[in-house]
């Protein structure tokens, strides 16, 4: 059975980097045709799709977050990594990590979210 466990900082300061990890178990991250992606829901709001990663490595960013996000992937720990830079109270959300198979399919695989609020 596959499982996504999303783990982070819980509280991060204005301007500070937020880096978040997707742990993967039951599955490889490089399995094929996989792609892995984080998505944030802040209070109130919709879900917002932030970034993705294939197997083969390709990424892909939300154009409203491009500048400030990385996206990356750990194969010998079966992980996915992003990095948020110069944060601010708007980034304050629940954090998602998620799977597909195929760009075009919805979403089969999902974690549990992690809190991040970014507050002085």
């Known amino acids: 059975q596959v499982q996504l466990q999303e783990s982070g900082p819980g509280l991060v300061k204005p301007s500070q980097t937020l880096s978040l990890t997707c742990t993967v178990s039951g599955a490889s991250v490089k399995c094929n045709y996989c792609h892995w992606s984080w998505i944030r829901q802040p209070p109130g709001k919709g879900l917002e799709w932030m970034a993705a990663?294939?197997?083969?490595?390709?990424?892909y960013y939300n154009p409203s977050l491009e500048s400030r996000t990385s996206i990356s992937m750990d194969t010998s720990k079966d992980q996915v990594t992003l990095q948020l830079n110069s944060v601010t109270p708007e980034d304050t959300a629940v954090y998602y990590c998620?799977?597909?198979?195929?760009?075009?399919?919805?979403?089969?695989?999902w974690g549990q979210g992690t809190q991040v609020t970014v507050s002085s």
């Open positions: 990663i294939g197997y083969s490595g390709s990424t």
């Open positions: 998620a799977r597909k198979l195929g760009s075009a399919n919805p979403y089969e695989y």
